[in-house]
């Protein structure tokens, strides 16, 4: 096993980015081709040969860089039981949904965890060219090259919030209440597009039911900036347990934890 200290980190950094702007051309070779897609769950929960490809693209990548460290992936057969030692967190098309009708506001993610703890993380908006990266294993949080510092510490009523479409519907955990306290409510469909907009001071949160590859990346770097991360039922954040997660500044998340309790 490799010793995983800051100098390799920046070296790895480095290494990932150069390959996502590779991929990012993978990407864009495959979208110029007719499109098979399969519904997974129902006709919302979308999969194509794009997500597969790039899954499998990624896992070469990775598994050359870190050759024992597990590997969680959205369109794989997960069977992980614990999260000792390293692992990636994969997910290759974040709103295949978006990325099926639209052909924009979707995401490649990518994080790496020791021992159930963020080290890296990697959040790439593919179509706008934006890649957010990072962690607490290196201290900092670039937008491509450029440094970027934390955003404001604004509370609940001081900017937008990003919401899941049908929980906000449905008044899930009273997200009608707490749009009601923001200046309104955006539904992407993408919860790697939506951190972007957390990281980058666009919105105060989001909040949805995500699997642990659509938060991963987000909470990595989430952690470098000192938002804050959780379920909405109080529990910490496990990189193996699904569940409704939320994201936001110190005030809003407090402001958010009252009202959906």
């Known amino acids: 096993m490799k010793n995983i200290d800051k100098d390799f980190l920046l070296q790895l950094d480095a290494k990932i980015v150069e390959f996502l702007v ?3 051309q993978f990407i864009f070779e495959k979208m110029g081709k007719h499109l098979e897609v399969d519904e997974k769950q129902n006709r919302r ?3 194509t040969e794009v997500d597969r490809g790039n899954q499998a693209h990624i896992i070469e990548a990775l598994s050359q ?3 024992d460290a597990k590997i969680l992936a959205e369109e794989s057969e997960n069977d992980l039981t614990d999260t000792k030692g390293l692992m990636w ?6 709103g295949t949904m978006n990325f099926v009708k639209q052909r924009e506001d979707f995401a490649v993610m990518i994080a790496l965890y020791e021992d159930g703890k963020p080290l890296l993380g990697y959040i790439y908006d593919v179509m706008r060219d934006v890649l957010l990266h990072g962690g607490p294993g290196i201290g900092v949080v670039y937008k491509n090259q450029d440094v970027i510092n934390p955003p404001a510490n604004l509370a609940l009523e001081e900017s937008l919030i990003g919401l899941s479409g049908p929980m906000l519907v449905n008044n899930a955990y009273h997200f009608q209440d707490v749009e009601k306290r923001t200046l309104g409510a955006r539904v992407i ?6 951190f972007i907009r957390v990281l980058l001071g666009k919105q105060i949160g989001y909040v949805s039911s995500l699997k642990p590859w659509d938060f991963a990346a987000g909470n990595a770097l989430a952690a470098v900036f000192g938002l804050k991360v959780g379920y909405v039922d ?9 569940g409704v997660v939320l994201v936001a500044t110190k005030k809003a998340y407090s402001a958010i934890m009252s009202i959906v309790k």
């Open 45 to 47: 929960d979308l999969v």
């Open 189 to 194: 469909g993408s919860a790697g597009i939506e």
């Open 89 to 94: 967190v994969i997910d290759p098309i974040d």
């Open 65 to 67: 860089l870190l050759p």
């Open 22 to 24: 590779k991929d990012r």
């Open 234 to 242: 109080g529990e910490a954040i496990n990189v193996l347990k699904s």
